[in-house]
Nanobody, 123 residues
Framework: QVQLVESGGGLVQAGGSLRLSCAAS????????MGWYRQAPGKEREFQTAISSGGTTYYADSVKGRFTISRDNGKNTVYLQMNSLKPEDTAVYYCAAGLSLKTVIDGINIDYWGKGTLVTVSS
């Protein structure tokens, strides 16, 4: 069993930055592909980025060049550095864990979800 707990959300002005963290419990963290999703008000949850155990990264086109995912397997933590934030980035951001890249990118049969952290970007 893995539990995921996100932190680091908050209110930021447009153009600002935030760094989200997702701390995972359990000894098997390094086995999982990790990802970040977001869900804006009135919209479906959508994939943002994923990272393999070895550090290979994947990004949705909407966040390429602005968001950076990273992980520290020793600390069982995955991070999301968000720069040049826009009001349309306002959403609840969720951490996800899956045993395959396809699982994490497709969002189907995700093994574990966090409860989310709210990011609000003001104009």
């Amino acid at each position: 069993q893995v539990q995921l707990v996100e932190s680091g959300g908050g209110l930021v002005q447009a153009g600002g930055s935030l760094r989200l963290s997702c701390a995972a419990s359990g000894r098997t963290f390094s086995r999982y592909f990790m990802g970040w999703y977001r869900q804006a008000p009135g919209k479906e949850r959508e994939f943002q980025t994923a990272i393999s155990s070895g550090g290979t990264t994947y990004y949705a086109d909407s966040v390429k060049g602005r968001f950076t995912i990273s992980r520290d397997n020793g600390k069982n933590t995955v991070y999301l550095q968000m720069n040049s934030l826009k009001p349309e980035d306002t959403a609840v951001y969720y951490c996800a864990a899956g045993l395959s890249l396809k699982t994490v990118i497709d969002g189907i049969n995700i093994d574990y979800w966090g409860k989310g952290t709210l990011v609000t970007v003001s104009s």
